[in-house]
């Protein structure tokens, strides 16, 4: 047995490098790029028919519950071409959302060309766009599939004019049309990468240089890499070394993916699969990292590390806090598997007076974050608070410091700051022209300067604006898609700081400020934020014994309060009549022990307090 309960290790290994293509797909979200992955399985035979199941390369629940792709997922086909040769066909599958660019950098890094897949009845989108430029960056060969040109709405033509005015460094000479779904045509897109992108380039015999893309921790057996083998050959039993971590391991095994694992003797140039090497410690392993072999070897480790790629920063900052204060450790140890299973995913330990221990986490974007957290409480059963998203600010202090903070409630004194600086994005919007008043409205509600605002086609408009990431990370996608009717697309990328005039926005219960609600806002929108926040405030906080204050401050200045009504007792129900003086009496006598109740008693914050600012309108 070959430890994955399939039988014996296959001896085919088809490793000769002309013989084999190395790609991805890539798309804007919901373009059918997963449904053109299971036609290419089908069609390659790589699956077997009763095994077949939509979004087959999407294992995770949530991948098949939202209809996208999170994770990078590689599998080997084999193909035998018209020519009469059998190719080997790596695909790595990547994700479309733009809070998962980070997935798409990292597969691209290990193939030698791209699919870009467009969706015939909507065409070119912004997210398009971004992949395609990144597929290029890489020096990647692009050639476009024309998607759901079974649909009575499709427009190839009009599809091929858009990808040469808005992209422009594609050649659509080489456009392959398909229906995905229906798999119609779907046969000319394997030629046609036999074709277009060309093989590996490598020598078998150099010393061993492999490129960790991916990673992920099975219980059982340790660290799982997913490599592609640039120069050398990898065999089991050999001892190798990561030149990052400088961490040496005995192979146990290497295999690749069809689409289940499946052991091989050996992986050569160009070859994409797996590496296990019994690695405990989940920090051993760094994505980008280059394995080669270990000094004990017989065989000369390589001099140089591969080039990896950019390392994407967190943008979106958030904490994360057990329910349960005695889930800490637990909470610990699963974001530790969780940051191994995606490395764009940060965490640090943080202390919060309302929430107690937990962490605070860096994230790609909201999508991101809502993905992690859902990850966190299904996969190892935890019950979790998430506070408000905020970005990375720079501090410049009055003694001439500079300082980061990503938690509002970390901001130094008001007379101890210079200026504050936030970052600013490019963002790319395409729509159609029958959308583009309110969206400019909504960006210039949102503090946005106009860039640019080209018209790509008859009926498609792109708008570039610079914003502010604070304005984007809560709702503005959610509004973006509601007043386009959905036919908006959106992307970003981080520009560059400014200084802004922002203020600490503090939510004040009973007196006391609580920590976890601290907002970083501008000036300008304070006041009403402030008012919106107190009143939200006031519907989940539940009623107490006493009156309690609800109140937004900035500094020592409060600018918003409300109250939520104590809950009272009926003393006058027993007093049929008799003197007025009776019941002023009583009401006299309730009122004093509700104020000394106040100055003694605290309030209990429910979890929904602080998504209440999520709801609050901007």
């Known amino acids: 047995m070959d430890g994955t309960g399939k039988g014996p290790a296959r001896s085919i290994n088809l490793a000769d490098p002309r013989h084999i293509r190395n790609f991805s797909i890539i798309a804007h979200i919901d373009h059918g790029k997963s449904t053109l992955a299971d036609r290419l399985l089908e069609l390659t035979k790589t699956v077997a028919q009763r095994d077949m199941q939509e979004q087959i390369l999407d294992d995770m629940d949530l991948e098949r519950e939202r209809g996208i792709t999170i994770k990078a997922h590689a599998v080997t086909l084999k193909y035998p071409a ?23 950098s990292r597969s691209l890094a290990a193939c030698e060309g ?16 971004a992949n395609t430029y990144l597929a290029l960056e890489n020096e990647l060969e692009v050639f476009p599939v024309l998607n759901k040109v079974d649909l009575p709405s499709s427009d190839p033509a009009r599809v091929l004019e858009q990808i040469d005015t808005v992209i422009g460094l594609v050649d659509t000479a080489h456009a392959v049309q398909v229906s995905a779904k229906t798999g119609q045509n779907c046969e000319a897109v394997l030629e046609q990468i036999v074709k277009c992108i060309p093989p590996p380039s490598g020598d078998p015999e150099a010393p061993l240089q492999a490129l960790v893309f991916d990673c992920y921790y099975d219980p059982y057996r340790g660290v799982v890499s997913l490599i592609r083998v640039v120069n050398g050959t990898l065999r089991p039993g050999e001892t190798v070394r990561f030149m990052a971590s400088g961490g040496e391991y005995r192979v146990d095994e290497v295999g690749i993916f069809d689409p289940k694992m499946d052991r091989q003797p050996s992986l050569s140039v160009g070859e994409v699969g797996y590496l296990i090497a019994s690695i405990k410690q989940l920090a051993d392993v760094k994505v980008g990292d280059t394995v080669t072999h270990g000094l004990t070897h017989n065989t000369k480790p390589a001099a140089d590390m591969l080039k990896g790629f950019k390392e994407i920063q967190p943008v979106v900052f958030a904490g994360i806090f057990p329910t349960n204060s005695d889930d800490f450790e637990n909470l610990r140890n699963a974001m530790e598997k969780l940051r191994l299973n995606d490395s764009s995913f940060t965490y640090e330990p943080e202390t919060s007076q309302a929430l107690g221990f937990g962490f605070r986490c860096g994230f790609l974007g909201l999508l991101h974050m809502e993905i992690v957290q859902e990850r966190l409480e299904r996969e190892f059963d935890l019950d979790l608070i998430t506070t408000a998203p905020s970005v990375r600010y720079k501090v410049h202090l009055t003694d001439g410091t500079l300082g980061e903070i990503d938690n509002p409630s970390r901001l130094p004194v008001l007379n101890k700051i210079a200026r504050i600086e936030e970052p600013f994005i490019e963002a790319t919007i395409l729509t159609r022209t029958d959308f583009v008043g309110p969206l400019l409205k909504l960006c210039e509600e949102r503090r946005g300067l106009q860039q640019r605002l080209e018209y790509v086609s008859s009926d498609r408009v792109m708008i570039v604006y610079d914003l502010p990431l604070n304005e984007v990370v809560l709702d503005f996608y959610d509004k973006l898609k509601s007043l386009s009717k959905g036919y908006a697309s959106f992307d970003y990328h981080m520009k560059d700081y400014r200084e802004s005039d922002l203020v600490k926005l503090d939510i004040l219960v009973n007196g006391d400020p609580v920590d976890a609600l601290a907002l970083l806002v501008h000036r300008s929108k304070s006041q009403s934020l402030g008012l919106s926040l107190c009143q939200r405030m006031k519907e989940v906080i539940p009623q107490q014994l006493f009156d309690v204050a609800v109140q937004a401050a900035i500094g020592s200045k409060i600018i918003a309060r409300t109250n939520v009504k104590a809950r009272r007792k009926d003393v006058l129900a ?4 008799g003197d007025v003086s009776r019941k002023k009496k009583l009401l006299a006598k309730q ?24 709801k609050v309108e901007n």
């Open 82 to 104: 018209l020519d009469g040769n059998t190719y080997t066909l790596n695909l790595i599958d990547t994700p479309g959302h733009v809070d998962f660019t980070y997935e798409v």
């Open 114 to 129: 791209a699919i870009l897949v467009v969706d015939s009845t909507q065409g070119v989108e912004a997210q398009t766009l």
């Open 574 to 577: 027993k007093c049929y009549g």
């Open 591 to 614: 009122k004093e022990g509700k104020k000394r109740m106040k100055s003694i008693g605290s309030v209990e914050i429910p979890q929904e307090a602080f998504l209440a600012i999520l």
